[in-house]
């Protein structure tokens, strides 16, 4: 072996021993850089060095949102820089994992001089090589620009990319340290933000703070979060503060929102308007457009969809699964919050109806606790017993209802033993000097268990309405005296179906004449005391009276789907009493009195007429003229019950009733049949009475047909069974005149009155 001294090296070895204790240099420097920044800073310098550079950038790709981001740029301030990582001479390099080499950038397509714009900085040349780990994953993107002297080489190329080769570790450790940092810190402040959620119990707040903290979680535009309200089948938001708070609702089945709740399976929409389920109609009223969308249900620790929380527009992309999934844990998080935010809310607004119900109430309500304690009082209780609240609430029932109220405790008392409601109507309570008349309903108190919690007390002072009523149920009648009380609308009319009832004395201002003043206002009284009975008997509302005459009407101010039956019962009744009555006044001594009723259905016009000063509730209009017609009738036709044939034909019962003629009253043209109700007789009155009204029958069969003879020969059947029935002797008459003097050709058995 010889001793032969080393040879020179080349110049090829040299310069790669050279680049190799550079390289190791750059690693030690590189080495002691722990923060993401300052290794990029460094490289940032490092490359710019190395490739004789005016500038250099460094990006790195951020596989969260498909950008690019540089933090710094050399000579320039510090920045972040982010566009989509396809985009540019960088963006170009990344896809390819190529190197590239650009002699005139501006010449070049894939440069993009907005670049410029951002830095500042004029690029004439450019060489980039990608950033490759030791796996061969492309994790960024390193830029030279503008050479100091001449133009980019392939060796600056390839200096860059061993540059890059050996930053990679560096940078690929450092990034995923600074992300392990950066998801520490999103998860404490996550944790912190669900803390400050769920401890809110005010449902507004803790929708304000859902929707800001979704939306700023995924990097939104905008977030809504929809509650279902199971009362309506709606979900439901709340948008703004103070006076501009507005509520959104829609069916909880409808729009995406809908298809997430009832589906209760996340929808994740890239672009909304390619989407069916989509309804462009929002963004057309609101101005918004909506590029994406991430809706997810939320759901409560029981499993059950309580909402959907809805995200549009990720910012520079669409939503990705891992934004999914931090959506989904977001508001599984803080459904508990929501649910008790949401019963806090229920309770709220339940506790402030029933304080708002009680307030309003006109009835005096008092709730007691199992001990007997008054726990309650509304506004209406404080003004019957006459007393302050505080000098109510909290003091046992045995001192408030002392004394003559002994009563109601004893009620207390068996609602409490027997645990079911009892009630008192019209009774009297003393408090002070000051009796006040009272409905009293005493009700148990339970729980949601049905166990006991106490008693409540609902009590309506009638006090007013009874003395009112009282005096005046004397001058009207009752039914109007209800409806007057219940009534703000004093004066006004309607028109309505009834059946209006007229009568009238037979002789009686001879009998006034007879009796004298005071002996007429006695007779009166007795007579309308049971005429007036038989009325109110049946439903029937009493209108006046007019002098010795009775105007009444069924049917109003309530219909109660029979008043021509009770109106034709209480006429029936109104002539046995009256038949009954002369039996008494015989036995005294008085002369017998008879009296007619006329009953008719129509239309009528009912109502307060008059002036607020003085005022009548009364009946106009042709159906009331007509029953006052027939009743005048009555004297004509030797009759006590007369009715129309609207009457007739409307009866439901079955009564003994003949028609006795076709008249067109004074001021008509067209004719109404009449019929008499014989009901009110008896065998003795009347015998045989339903032979004779088949004799009647066929001789009016006659007389309309103008056969006389026949006409005469029937009626005179009918009067040898009952010789007391002089209707028939006026038909007998009636057919003789007429035998004697022919009516027209065109007769068709109407007569025609010629008095009222």
Known sequence: MSDSP?????????????????????????AAIETLDDVLAELVAIVSEETDAEHASLFLNDARTGELYSRVTYGGARREIRFLNDEGVAGSVFHSAQGAKIRDAYADPRFNPKIDQKTGITTRNIIAAPIRTARGEVIGVAESINKR???????????????TAQASIFLKSTQFAEEMERAKLQELAFLDMVSDITSEIDLSSVLRKVMSEATRLLDAERSTLFLNDEKTGELWSQVGEGLSTTQIRMPNHVGIAGAVFTSGETINIPHAYADLRFNPEFDRKTGFFTRSILCVPV????????????VLNKQGGVFTEEDESRLKAFTGQIAVGLENAKLFNDIQNMQNYNEGMLRSMSNSVLTLDADGRIVTCNH?????????????VGICAEDLFAGRNAWVLERIKRVDASQEQDVSMDAELVFGNRAVSVNLTVLPLRGVDEKPLGTMLVLEDITGEKRVK????????????DQLLASEDILGGKSTRATVLFTDIRGFTTLAEKLGAAGTVSFLNEYFTLMVECIQREGGMLDKFIGDAIMAAFGIPLAKGDDEDRAVRAAIDMIRSLIAWNGERKVRGEAPVDMGVGLNTDLVVSGNIGSPRRMDYTMIGDGVNLAARL???????????????????????????REIDRVIVKGKTEPVGVYEVLDYHTDESFPNLMEAVGYFKEGQTHYRAGRWDQAIRSFGEAGRINPADRLVEMYVARCRTLQASPPPEDWKGVWVMTSK
């Not at 002297?149 to 540059?163: K, N, R, W």
């Not at 759901?299 to 809805?310: A, E, L, S, W």
């Not at 009282?470 to 005296?481: E, N, V």
């Open 6 to 30: 080393p040879q020179p090296l080349t110049g090829h070895l040299e310069a790669r021993l050279k680049r190799a204790e550079t390289l190791v240099h750059i690693y030690r420097r590189l």
């Open 149 to 163: 002297s001449g133009e980019f080489t392939s060796d600056d190329l390839q200096v860059l990319e061993e540059l």
């Open 299 to 310: 759901v409560n620790k029981d499993g059950h969809t309580i909402g959907v929380t809805q």
């Open 380 to 392: 209406a209780g404080l003004s019957i017993v006459g007393v302050d609240r505080d000098r109510v």
């Open 470 to 481: 009282a005096t005046m149920s004397r001058y009207m009648d009752p039914s109007i005296a």
């Open 631 to 657: 009743e005048t009738a009555c004297k004509q036709y030797f009759a006590r019950i007369l009715i129309s044939e609207n009457t007739y034909r409307k009866l439901r019962g079955t009564y003994r009733i």
